[in-house]
Nanobody
Framework: VQLQASGGGSVQAGGSLTLSCAAS????????IGWFRQAPGKEPEWVSA????????YYADSVKGRFTISRDNAKNTLYLQMNSLKPEDTAVYYC??????????????????WGQGTQVTVSS
């Protein structure tokens, strides 16, 4: 399984970015897949996820209403549309997937495969 994240960059507060995560070796339609982030000096945290099969979406409270997760099954790619960005969204963003069919979203050890990360910097 390989996950290739891209789309990070530097924006001003209030701006938008869209992250992409291209997957190979796994069918995203059948796996939970999500986004995590790690800010400087902080522990990694779960951001958002899409369930396997039905594609229900889940968000951390800190991003709810501002971020939208989606996937394109034909392209086997995950996206994270980030709007109204805040300086506290500054972090390295990682995509991840798991072979588990039941997963505790915020427990990093339950996610099996990780992309390389893409930097998002939001200036005030």
């Amino acid at each position: 399984v390989q996950l290739q994240a891209s789309g990070g960059g530097s924006v001003q507060a209030g701006g938008s970015l869209t992250l992409s995560c291209a997957a190979s070796g796994v069918d995203l339609d059948y796996n939970w897949i999500g986004w995590f982030r790690q800010a400087p000096g902080k522990e990694p945290e779960w951001v958002s996820a899409i369930s396997s099969g039905g594609g229900r979406t889940y968000y951390a409270d800190s991003v709810k209403g501002r971020f939208t997760i989606s996937r394109d099954n034909a392209k086997n790619t995950l996206y994270l549309q980030m709007n109204s960005l805040k300086p506290e969204d500054t972090a390295v963003y990682y995509c991840s997937t798991t072979d588990r069919k039941v997963v505790r979203l915020w427990v990093l050890t339950e996610w099996d495969y990780w992309g390389q990360g893409t930097q998002v910097t939001v200036s005030s």
